[in-house]
């Protein structure tokens, strides 16, 4: 069996993926940091500017990305004066422009967020995934992420009329047309577009590191073993980790040497042969 390659690259995203071939990624998965967020740590942007700071990444991101591959990207709005700034709409609306396909948004449910009140709002207990795409056809496994169909099919489904059971076939593929009565008994079903996760409560070593779960899930579903897993900003390196154990070859680039000493070392503790693949590029 093939071995896989994990690839921690020190540098600055907007030059560290020109090093990078066309069309070799099958997926990326990545948490720029938020506007005017990280500011000890990745000196922060401001909401006004943020379009302009990461339309040159997202365009080299385009160019790695296969045909076939998908882009998520995990960011959220920043409350500026009372209100939220439209960073992230004018992100998508650029990037559209760019040449991506905005195919899908995810909702990340934060299952343990902690209390909280402002005076004009609550606190926040989800997060956007964005799905990007080149093309409309691209490489999804669907059956990988099924959930259990739960205990509602025997008390809703089984109880549908015959005219509910006779539905016709949906003419735009959506497989909302499909005959109900099709996934009565079934012990699968494909889930909806809101994750329910815990976020990692405690990381001494990043301050928003990614549950496990979150890029497990997306690596599922849009890769298979021996594709290849990009995480642009990787920080504490949790993408290439996950890849690593589900046999995905992976690449992560980070900016500030502290993460990326920090994710080779512990890449080398798990699999030393396969980490001396690692690249500096400050």
């Given at each position: 069996?093939?071995?896989?390659?994990?690839?921690p690259i020190?540098?600055?995203?907007?030059?560290?993926?020109?090093?990078?071939?066309?069309?070799?990624?099958?997926?990326?998965?990545?948490?720029?940091?938020?506007?005017?967020?990280r500011?000890?740590?990745?000196?922060g942007?401001?909401?006004?500017?943020?379009v302009?700071?990461f339309?040159?990444?997202?365009?080299?991101l385009?160019?790695?990305?296969?045909?076939?591959?998908?882009?998520?990207?995990?960011?959220?709005?920043?409350?500026?004066?009372?209100?939220?700034h439209?960073?992230?709409?004018?992100?998508?609306?650029?990037?559209?422009?760019?040449?991506?396909?905005?195919?899908?948004?995810?909702?990340?449910?934060?299952?343990?967020?902690?209390?909280?009140?402002?005076?004009?709002?609550?606190?926040?207990?989800?997060?956007?995934?964005?799905?990007?795409?080149?093309?409309?056809?691209?490489?999804?496994?669907?059956?990988?992420?099924?959930?259990?169909?739960?205990?509602?099919?025997?008390?809703?489904?089984?109880?549908?009329?015959?005219?509910?059971q006779?539905?016709?076939?949906?003419?735009?593929?959506?497989?909302?047309?499909?005959?109900?009565?099709?996934?009565?008994?079934?012990?699968?079903?494909?889930?909806?577009?809101?994750?329910?996760?815990?976020?990692?409560?405690?990381?001494?070593?990043?301050?928003?590191?990614?549950?496990?779960?979150?890029?497990?899930?997306?690596?599922?579903?849009?890769?298979?073993?021996?594709?290849?897993v990009?995480?642009?900003?990787?920080?504490?390196?949790?993408?290439?980790?996950?890849?690593?154990r589900?046999?995905?070859?992976?690449?992560g680039?980070?900016i500030?040497?502290?993460?990326?000493?920090?994710?080779?070392?512990?890449?080398?503790?798990?699999?030393?042969?396969?980490?001396?693949?690692?690249?500096?590029?400050a």
């Amino acid at each position: 069996m093939p071995e896989v390659v994990a690839r921690p690259i020190l540098g600055d995203s907007r030059e560290a993926l020109k090093t990078l071939p066309d069309n070799s990624i099958d997926l990326i998965i990545t948490s720029p940091p938020y506007a005017d967020q990280r500011k000890n740590t990745y000196g922060g942007i401001h909401p006004d500017n943020y379009v302009e700071w990461f339309l040159p990444i997202s365009a080299e991101l385009l160019r790695v990305l296969k045909p076939t591959g998908t882009f998520i990207l995990n960011i959220k709005e920043r409350v500026l004066k009372g209100e939220r700034h439209t960073y992230v709409i004018e992100l998508i609306l650029a990037m559209r422009k760019q040449g991506w396909l905005w195919t899908e948004e995810f909702c990340w449910h934060k299952k343990n967020s902690y209390p909280g009140k402002w005076p004009n709002r609550f606190r926040d207990s989800w997060e956007r995934l964005l799905q990007f795409n080149k093309q409309r056809q691209f490489n999804m496994y669907q059956e990988a992420v099924m959930v259990p169909v739960g205990d509602w099919s025997k008390k809703r489904l089984q109880n549908l009329s015959t005219t509910d059971q006779r539905r016709d076939e949906s003419r735009v593929g959506s497989g909302f047309g499909k005959r109900v009565a099709n996934w009565v008994g079934r012990e699968l079903v494909y889930p909806t577009n809101v994750l329910h996760m815990a976020t990692v409560t405690k990381n001494k070593n990043h301050s928003a590191a990614f549950p496990e779960s979150l890029p497990e899930w997306f690596i599922k579903l849009f890769t298979k073993e021996g594709d290849w897993v990009l995480d642009p900003f990787m920080g504490s390196g949790t993408t290439l980790r996950v890849a690593y154990r589900m046999r995905r070859n992976s690449i992560g680039i980070d900016i500030m040497d502290d993460y990326y000493q920090m994710v080779k070392e512990t890449l080398e503790n798990e699999r030393p042969a396969q980490w001396m693949n690692s690249v500096s590029m400050a």
